[in-house]
């Protein structure tokens, strides 16, 4: 009898204590460390990827100014978007851990594919008038390797920061600023590799061969996945549970079908989990907010399921606390919105200015400097101001907001917008500066280092926003979504790109009927015939728009109540449970 109250005590209190609770010696910086050291390596390649793929495209793959940037556009815009599907999977069906491992592999698979087309000339197309020179078995396996590249690297991405973040137990007020740290070490850990890639790795590529550098990449990514499985003892790993979107698509259609209900004035009629169900939940109720009300039609609890609760189901009757999950997520939408054309102007630095630092003077005394290694201007910001805004500015602003991370979330994001606005208008005026003096002394031109400016800015614009939505997605986002929320980052960073390519083709299709030349702002290859600075300066009037819509959602936005609510019965049970296995530990346990 004893040994059977024994095993049921012990039973209910593990469905109580969370993954942090039950393996003590797990989770922490410890377990986010193999992460740290995952996301230096394999951001060495994907960054010099990034920033040097569109002179691969123009002088390999005989891609025309635009095609190429369009290409590579669509490429970061696939991959970003492509998270969603490793974040759906890692919140559905297996966890974070296992997800990121399966992608890796079609990663590096698809990194094998471009560096053997990179290494064989006959793998290359011959140079063409078009736009785009590919044609049979060379088009198939460039699309090919860059399409599981584009879904390896975006499933991966996909589930990572929610791996790393769950090392932390954000029930505990005392963690509210590990969360954060992690999310700027992490930030510093992808700009740390990512000086490595623009400098080494595209080094390789410009001056010894293409393939060389795609090799590289490969290589550092096998090592990478090898220290993140390295680290499978020490991770604290959340066990996958039902669909989080078939649970937000039964809110939605229970709401519907009950839209002729009308709301009782006291939400405390509306359904909710009982004493056992929230107990035996890993995620605490959410409290009712008043927003979005229509949606609450869902948690009604008619007349039949008074009479018989069994007959509901959750596609007849739904709880409070899963129709405020559904709000949070409805709440977030403005924020993804309002950013995407910061990631809009992001997509310019790795296209059009890589472009235009190809044809500036390259030249620091007798060394040349690849263009795509301009990039490591703001990744050396980066990597100096993120410890400065950990051990400093987090500090004192927190003596002045009482906040734990010094300003929200939303505050850190608001300051990026206007920095990113502030790059693109001086990217203009450089712009100006370098086709004025290319046109007025033919065979010269300024120095690359001019763009160092909107690449500086932008660098301390994207370490405020970048780390700042990771955290917001990840904090607000209900418990069993986070890998999904977390994904929204990438989202904004996804349309942004493909909307950089509708806008470039746009521009360049108006343009070319309304100048004197009838020719586009961006067309050809030839940027001094072009009107590069005129499309900075509309990115960067845009901007200033997109900010004052940015303000007003984030005015409006309400962050999520960090209460933990159980029923009192629920954590009577918990201490009940809880204070018999502490007794069985000391040996004071009585036998029934």
């Known amino acids: 009898m004893w040994k059977q109250a024994e095993k049921e005590a012990e039973e209910a209190a593990n469905k109580y204590l969370s993954p942090w609770d039950s393996n003590k010696e797990k989770g922490g910086f410890r377990a986010a460390s193999f992460v740290y050291g995952f996301v230096f390596l394999d951001n060495i390649g994907f960054i010099a990827n990034m920033v040097s793929m569109v002179l691969y495209f123009m002088l390999q793959m005989h891609f025309n100014l635009s095609g190429a940037s369009t290409t590579l556009t669509n490429f970061m815009g696939s991959t970003f978007l492509l998270s969603l599907i490793g974040g759906f999977i890692s919140d559905t069906f297996i966890n974070r851990f296992h997800t990121c491992l399966i992608f890796g592999i079609l990663e590096v698979l698809g990194l094998a594919l471009i560096t053997i087309q990179a290494r064989f000339d006959s793998l290359h197309p011959d140079g063409c008038l078009e736009s785009n020179c590919l044609k049979g078995g060379i088009s198939v396996m460039f699309y090919g390797s860059l399409a599981l590249l584009a879904l390896g690297s975006g499933g991966v991405r996909g589930a990572l920061p929610a791996l790393g973040a769950d090392q932390f137990d954000t029930k505990d007020p005392k963690n509210a600023k590990a969360v954060a740290t992690y999310f700027n070490y992490l930030v510093l850990a992808t700009s740390a590799g990512a000086c490595i890639g623009v400098t080494f790795v595209v080094y390789l590529s410009m001056h010894v061969h293409w393939y060389w550098g795609f090799f590289v990449a490969t290589v550092l990514s096998c090592i990478a996945f090898s220290v993140l499985y390295s680290g499978q003892p020490f991770y604290t790993l959340q066990v996958p549970e039902d ?28 359904h909710e989990m009982g004493e056992k169900e929230s107990g035996l939940s890993a995620e605490p109720r959410i409290p009712h907010t008043k927003q979005f009300s229509w949606l609450d039609k869902a948690a009604i609890l008619r007349k039949e399921f008074k009479q018989e609760p069994t007959a509901s189901t959750g596609w007849t009757l739904c709880t409070v606390t899963q129709v405020e999950e559904v709000k949070i997520i409805t709440r977030m939408l403005p924020i993804i919105f309002s950013t995407i054309i910061m990631n809009t102007c992001l997509a310019q630095l790795q296209t059009f200015s890589v472009e235009q630092g190809f044809v500036m003077d390259r030249y620091l005394g007798s060394f040349q400097i690849e263009a795509p290694t301009i990039p490591i201007i703001p990744l050396f910001f980066l990597c100096i101001l993120i410890p400065l805004y950990e051990f400093v500015f987090i500090p004192f602003a927190r003596k002045i907001t009482k906040h734990p ?171 009940t449970s809880a204070a018999f296995l502490i007794k069985k530990g000391d040996g004071k346990a009585e036998k029934e």
């Open 405 to 575: 991370t010094g300003i929200t979330q939303l505050q850190r994001v608001g300051v990026g917008l206007v920095l990113s606005a502030i790059s693109m208008a001086i990217a203009a005026v450089v712009e100006v500066k370098r086709r004025k003096y290319a046109l007025d002394y033919p065979g010269e031109s300024i120095s690359i280092f001019w763009l160092s400016f909107q690449f500086g800015i932008f660098g301390i614009a994207d370490m405020f926003t970048l780390v700042g939505l990771l955290e917001f997605f990840y904090r607000e986002a209900p418990i069993k979504m986070r890998s999904l929320s977390t994904s929204f980052t990438w989202i904004s960073l996804s349309f942004g790109y493909f909307l950089s390519t509708i806008f470039v083709h746009i521009i360049n299709s108006v343009t070319k009927k309304i100048t004197p030349s009838r020719k586009g702002w961006l067309h050809g290859q030839d940027l001094n015939t072009n009107n590069l600075d005129l499309f900075y300066w509309f990115l960067a009037i845009l901007s200033c728009l997109n900010f004052a819509n940015y303000l007003y959602w984030a005015t409006w936005y309400k962050y999520k109540t960090e209460q933990v609510m159980f029923e009192p019965k629920a954590q009577e049970s918990i201490s």
């Open 243 to 270: 669909s989080p979107l078939v649970k937000v698509l039964q809110v939605i259609v229970v709401a519907i079908k009950n839209r002729k209900l009308s709301l009782a004035e006291n939400s405390g009629e509306l």
